[in-house]
């Protein structure tokens, strides 16, 4: 049966006549996630910040982060951290998907551990790795040049004896991908109680060049010693 069709005109059909500023919007609110989502993009900028030796302030958050100049070894690097700060277990290929630092936030939040207590800037900043204190240096390996520690510790992640390695190739000559140029400098850090990211590797690109910079970063110590010195005596 054909439905009868309305002939009141358009423009007397009822509406409402309440002001759009004071129609309820309770509903269309998400306190419980908003406050979070702000705090995480905060924590990703301070993060990505810190991460390129920018101050925060100089990150715009709808930025794409290849123009942040981000590559594959940058990639995994930024999440590696993000998952250690937000107890996450992320992929680097996630960063294709969420391109910008806001995207990627949203993405974060959705995947945090569900928090046993309100999450605030306060909070977030204290677990920043960024902000957080600075650890004294444990003595190197004693009596061991910094070039044979380096040298010993890429052996092990390539799974090669350590004088197979010539300490003046390159890395990627070596078979050092991001994932394993990662894993390297999370092992020369510990060793050395230093905060050097991935990206080092770029800088001083093979273990004479690395172990160089290192020992510029160590406070003098005679069973610290660069490429090379020979003892004194």
Avoid at 74 to 88: D, Q
Avoid at 133 to 138: D, E, F, G, L
Avoid at 154 to 164: E, F, K, R, S, V
Avoid at 177 to 198: I, K
């Amino acid at each position: 049966m054909t439905q009868p069709v309305s002939t009141q005109p358009v423009s007397t059909l009822p509406v409402s006549t309440q002001p759009v500023s004071t129609l309820p919007v309770t509903e269309l609110s998400f306190p419980s996630t908003a406050a979070p989502f702000a705090d995480v993009l905060s924590g990703l900028v301070r993060l990505l910040a810190g991460l390129l030796r920018l101050e925060p302030q100089q990150i715009d958050p709808d930025q794409t982060f290849r123009t942040f100049g981000f590559d594959s070894l940058l990639s995994v690097e930024y999440v590696a951290v993000v998952n250690a700060h937000h107890g996450t277990s992320i992929e680097a290929s996630a960063l294709v998907d969420h391109p910008t630092p806001t995207a990627f936030a949203r993405y974060v939040a959705g995947e945090r551990p569900r928090e046993t207590g309100p999450v605030t800037a306060s909070s977030v900043t204290a677990r920043d790795p960024m902000h957080a204190p600075v650890p004294t240096p444990p003595p190197g390996p004693q009596g061991l040049p910094v070039l044979d520690v380096l040298r010993e510790e890429l052996a092990h992640i390539l799974y090669c004896d350590p004088w197979d390695i010539d300490t003046k190739a390159p890395f990627y000559a070596l078979g050092v991908d991001s994932t394993r140029g990662t894993e390297f400098v999370a092992v020369l850090n510990r060793v050395y109680g230093l905060r050097e990211y991935a990206v080092t590797l770029y800088g001083h690109p093979n273990l004479t060049a690395l172990a160089d910079h290192v020992t510029s970063l160590l406070p003098v110590d005679a069973d610290v010693r660069a490429a090379g010195t020979a003892p004194a005596g």
